[in-house]
């Protein structure tokens, strides 16, 4: 499944982040046989449909989508180079399918900078400037053989000509993702900054309704997503009990824990959209990329729902609740039969007919 790489420098509240994220695990709940592992946290995506659903068919119990992050540890400058732990950090990048920043932006005199001073656009900017010097490396390998190989070969010169212009990005020191640069183009290469990338700017409570301060911190990555919290706060959320959370997160200001702002947002930038299923059991959210068809949806189930399939009895999410059973909505004929080439949209409320 597709993960998300958590990245920063030393001392902004990673571990403190991800610690908070692991043991909002949801594997454990619902896959008993999975194999946890301590550097990934599996976390559910919050989605209020799946409570309704719930109640509409009477189902025991509600699973979420999913969403995975890597701890990957210690960037620092130099990183690039292979200083400290440098290539393996590069190569748990590489694995990656997106890259999550963690930036201080909190005050401790207890705890100290690495670069000592809390300064959020220096940290971004160093990070980044490792990330791209790391691209420019593997491009300057590859772009002699790629023109070598472009000689014999027409479809080499495609890629040559893409990485060519990459070289040309990131020599401006920006990453190939804020350029809006295909990432589909350049794959073969595996470059680290053409994943898409969303920052968590690690605030102290007390800042997190100060709309000015946001406002000034999402500016400094737009167009990428930003995600505000206190990382410590965070951790002592994922320890209460419901009520004394939303006692804690309504004093300072907040209606949603950052985690499940984390998770939704990493969802999305995932590229990554859900469909439902509900009966008696469960009521259940699927995950399938943007564009996926309906056989490939089934697929998600399972390999033979894929193979075997015939069509997909489809309603939509919100047309379900306004007829308020399926049903109803059968007889208001809002339940279409689609075949293997339907795209499916977010949201739709699904049930397969497959030869086994
Ligand atoms: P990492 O090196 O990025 O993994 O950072 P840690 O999570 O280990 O945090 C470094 C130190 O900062 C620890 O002493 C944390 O308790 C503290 N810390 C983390 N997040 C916060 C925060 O939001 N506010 C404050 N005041 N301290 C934090």
Known sequence: SLTIGIVGLPNVGKSTLFNALTKNDVLAANYPFATIEPNVGVVGVPDPRLDRLAEVFGSQKTIPATVSFVDIAGIVRGASEGQGLGNKFLANIRESDAICQVIRVFTDPDVVHVEGKVDPADDIETINTELVLADMQTLEKAVPRLEKESRKDKDRKVL??????AQAVLDEGKTLFSAGVDPESLRELSLLTTKPFLYVFNVDADELANEATLDELRALVAPAEAIFLDAQTESELIELPADEAAELLASIGQDEPGLDQLAK????????????????????AWTIPV???APEAAGVIHTDFQRGFIKAEIVGFDQL?????????????WVRIEGKDYVMADGDVVEFRFNV
């Open 160 to 165: 040559h000509d893409a990485a060519v212009a």
């Open 291 to 293: 564009g996926a068809t």
């Open 321 to 333: 609740m306004e007829a308020g059973s399926m049903a109803e909505a059968k007889s208001r004929g």
């Open 265 to 284: 947002v990493g969802f999305r930038t995932l590229g990554l959209q859900t469909y439902l299923t509900a009966g008696p059991k469960e009521s259940r």
